[in-house]
């Protein structure tokens, strides 16, 4: 009988310290200890972020193997963040990974984050419909650091067509909210006022941009000085209206996203299409990809809420795939703060 394969997988690049166990490419468990800490800041605070995942990280993967019901020793291999992210966070996943794979005398396998953003989509859970998307298919990735449209050939062959140039899609997300004096992050914010409010009730600035490339710093420019003007008439503006403008506000970068994704969906000629990262939990940008589904004949892959933002089910799927080729990496491969898709 073939032994199983067992890979835990590790992610600690910004403010979530989490674990997660698969098996033969099963997921058995994800458990994520987000970071309550940086809310009070209004966004990540580096040194308190790389804190939190050393007090977390122990009891995180503890806590994933009790739920797995595995134990180190069945361990095949570890899989871990490498990059892109902050240097303080990755440095804790990345050492402790090392560290545990040594110990057991298993291999380590690095992850490139936004490979396993992509990935995601691969994520088996015991007794869910098992829906892949099939290669080659477009991937619109959107978080706090990335908005790009990637091609993706196979899970080791990503080609990036085309991505901001400024801001992330996530990033104009959550500076719009803070100049609004919402919370952070903004994301989850922002989707929940803009459900009752009216998407054409103010309009923004929108990029005039070549290719498949993206820009959000103009849009943040036009939502800060309209604001600005509005709250010279009505100080009070900001709550009468918070809801309309979230929703104008989505509905302008969801219109911007969607654009681009259209005319590399047609260029490509390929209309098997995922979407990807935190900003994918959008109500907004999810119902557009419903609505293209049935428009334009794309075949769509969501991803569930749980896998959009950091996570390490994503890391353990990826490292399978590369337990599987056989690609481990060695003890002297340092983290990498800044990183693109090959
Ligand atoms: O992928 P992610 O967890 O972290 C990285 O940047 O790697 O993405 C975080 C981003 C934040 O900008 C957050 O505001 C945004 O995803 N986000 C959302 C929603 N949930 C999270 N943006 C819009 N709507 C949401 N529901």
Redesign the pocket.
């Known amino acids: 009988m073939e032994k199983d394969v067992i890979i835990l997988g590790i992610e600690s690049?910004?403010d979530?310290t989490s674990a997660a166990v698969i098996r033969n490419g099963v997921l058995l468990s994800n458990v994520t200890a987000n970071q309550s800490v940086h809310e009070a800041y209004g966004g990540v605070v580096p040194e308190l972020a790389s804190r939190a995942h050393q007090q977390n990280v122990v009891p995180v993967v503890d806590q994933a193997l009790k739920r797995a019901g595995v134990e180190r020793s069945e361990l095949s291999a570890v899989a871990f963040t490498r990059g892109p992210?902050l240097m303080g966070s990755l440095l804790v996943g990345v050492s402790f990974a090392k560290g545990l794979a040594r110990s057991l005398g298993i291999p380590m396998i690095d992850i490139n984050?936004l490979q396993g953003?992509v990935l995601a989509h691969f994520i088996k859970e015991a007794g869910s419909e098992d829906r892949q998307p099939q290669y080659p298919f477009l991937c619109l990735l959107?978080?706090?650091?990335?908005s790009q449209i990637i091609r993706v050939n196979a899970y080791n062959d990503m080609q990036v067509l085309g991505q901001t140039i400024d801001d992330?899609?996530?990033?104009a997300?959550?500076k719009c909210?803070k100049v609004m004096g919402l919370g952070y992050?903004?994301?989850?914010i922002?989707?929940?006022l803009a459900r009752q409010g009216n998407p054409t009730a103010y309009t923004f600035a929108k990029p005039h941009i070549e290719g498949y490339d993206y820009s959000f710093s103009g849009l943040k420019t036009s939502f800060l000085y309209s604001l600005r003007d509005w709250l010279k008439e009505d100080p009070e503006f900001i709550e009468h209206h918070k809801e309309d403008l979230a929703a104008s506000l989505?509905f302008t970068i969801v219109d911007i996203l969607m654009d681009k994704l259209r005319k590399a969906v047609k260029d490509a000629g390929i209309k098997e299409v995922a979407v990807a990262?935190?900003?994918s939990?959008?109500?907004?940008?999810r119902n557009a990809f419903r609505e293209h589904a049935v428009k334009y004949g794309w075949n769509i892959f969501i991803p569930k809420f749980s896998y959009?933002?950091?996570n390490a089910a994503m890391i353990a799927i990826t490292g399978y795939f590369k337990y599987l080729d056989g690609d481990f990496c060695s003890i002297d491969l340092p983290a990498y703060s800044r990183v693109t898709l090959k």
Do not use: F, K, Q, Y
């Open positions: 690049s910004c979530d992210g984050h953003h959107v978080s706090g650091g990335n992330a899609a996530g990033e997300i959550d909210s992050p903004g994301g989850p922002i989707d929940r989505e990262g935190g900003v939990a959008n109500n907004g940008l959009t933002t950091d």
